[in-house]
């Protein structure tokens, strides 16, 4: 496992070394350097020895020694009010406790460390916190959590533009992916991975490149500079020579006034000495010239030996660059076409959802509709039943959150909906509790999950409307693990009914037929009902806190007195002032409607 915090990499696990006799010569050292200073009350030169000796216990694997110099030097840094001091030694502790396998021990230490970056808005020590906290979730087999952090480290890497750590975040997204059995969002993300991966690499063999050509660029100036040095040995040798005939000039003319022997004899000297330098010259410079001739052939075969790695390097780099493409172009063409088919899906089930002005003509209402992905696996239902045999016509209105959302969830909302068409609408059951039994069943048998392990379903909140001249509206109500919210002016609060602990579909466990139950009340036009899934609820924020009912109760209530319409953009806003940057983590419906 690599740690990123500080820009420091911590390899592995290994048993604790016993320190070598210099070692233990410098914890020695360490040891009197600190109490010296503590003498002194020099609080910053005791923290520079405290942290050389928790070092010094970390790289001989003493990781209980380590820890505890690091929790002395974090005294010290609160002491000292040095924030950053902190902030660091936390994550020095947090991985020191990892390497150890302590590993809810080192997500407290990594915890600190990141809140501490925010305090200080250090973005790149958030980014190593990040990445720290989502690899110590994923050694503890915690892939949720890790996922967690890895996109919040995504995000902050692209904003940095650290590509390294962009790669790094889409290799633990990956991973975690796999581990949990979501085989095409780890297929994904390392896609990405391999993608940055090649990217990095191609920019080293950029950097290998302009090595190359910068040695054979000095190469050149190495040879300009011999060529240089040998001219001024030949322009040298010239002077020599020049010089050696003025000598032979001047002796002759003093050697005139000599007897002829000693003329005789100073001539033969200066003839064996010119021939002797001629032939030093000749040598030297044969050399020379030979060295030079070797030294050219041989930078001739390395700028050969260059060309030839750079061709095969640029082939290489071009096929690489051929294949990326042509993935581009494939996931493209994938993803196009997976994107025209869901929004033909969403189509459809949005054409199957109540028209709006139909539901308007019965009440005053607002719909909050936010699917997580394109297709939902939430819907509301509505419809108006006449018959002769009844002494009112009845409105009947549903909110239903299938299981799953996204392709599974919408293809679970197309079934839904076709069931409750069947039951009321042709088949004319209209007990709020018998339809639920009914739309039970029909799921089992649908489903075949009496011979198989399929346990999808849905939970329902229904409720049937007598629509009578009458000021008073009977209210009949059935809920499958969903409430009912209802507002009357006479006691000022928003009180609730809780639906039956069954959800429709799936086989009961001990066997027993699933009962469901009718609720019923009186409400007065002016009254408002609220009918809702448990996204809305279950939503949270940045810091991970739910939306919750409490909250949705409190919203309602604060703009109880408003039209629907209000009602429903308040509930939005203050849903989307909640959610923040946090990701949507289900299909959301609020249906609320006030009696006219």
Known sequence: MVWFSLGVAVIGTAEAQSPSSGSQQKEVQYKEQISRYKAKGNQRKQLEYLNKLAFFYWDNKQHAQAVEAFRKGLQLNQSLDNLNGVKRTHYYIGMILSESDQYSRAVKSFEKGLRLSRQLNMKNSRLSGQLNLSQTYQLMGEYEKSNQHARKALSLAKELNDLKRVRTSYGLLSQNHKKLGNSDASIKYFDLFSSIDKHLKNEQISEIRKESETQVSQARSEKQQTEKELAE???????????????????????????????????????????????????????????????????????????????????????????????????????????????????????????????????????????????????????????????????????????????????????????????????????????????????????KQERTTNTDGMDVCLICMENSSRTEKDIYFAGAKRPLFYYTPNNGEIKKIKGDRYSIGGVNKNKKEKEFNTHKLTLAKGDIIYLTTDGIFDQVNDQSKRFSSRRFLSIMHDHIADSLETQGKKLEEELTLFQGESEQRDDITVLGAKIL
């Open 233 to 447: 040995e030949i322009d040298k040798r010239k002077m020599t020579e020049d010089s050696l005939e003025r000598v032979e000039r001047i002796t002759q003319k003093q050697q005139m006034q000599l007897e002829m022997k000693e003329l005789e004899n100073k001539k033969i000297q200066a003839q064996l000495k010119l021939e002797k330098t001629i032939r030093n010259s000749f040598i030297i410079g044969f050399i020379l010239i030979a060295g030079f001739s070797l030294l050219l052939f041989h930078f001739y075969r390395q700028k050969k030996k260059a060309n030839v790695m750079l061709e095969a390097q640029n082939q290489k780099i071009n096929q690489q660059k051929r294949q990326i493409q042509e993935q581009k172009d494939r996931l493209q063409l994938q993803n196009t076409k997976l994107n025209d088919s869901l929004t033909y899906a969403e189509n459809i089930q949005e054409a199957i959802l109540p028209v709006k002005s139909q539901l308007r003509k019965i009440f005053d209402a607002f719909i909050l509709y936010k699917p997580k992905d394109i297709v939902s696996g939430d819907f509301y239902w509505f419809t108006r039943i006449h018959d002769k045999t009844l002494e009112h016509p009845l409105t009947f209105l549903a909110v239903v959150d299938c299981t799953g959302h996204g392709v599974p969830g919408a293809f679970m909302s197309m079934i839904g909906n076709r069931i409750f068409n069947e039951i009321i609408a042709e088949k004319r059951i209209l007990d709020p509790s018998q339809i639920l039994y009914h739309l039970n069943s029909y799921i089992v048998e649908v489903l």
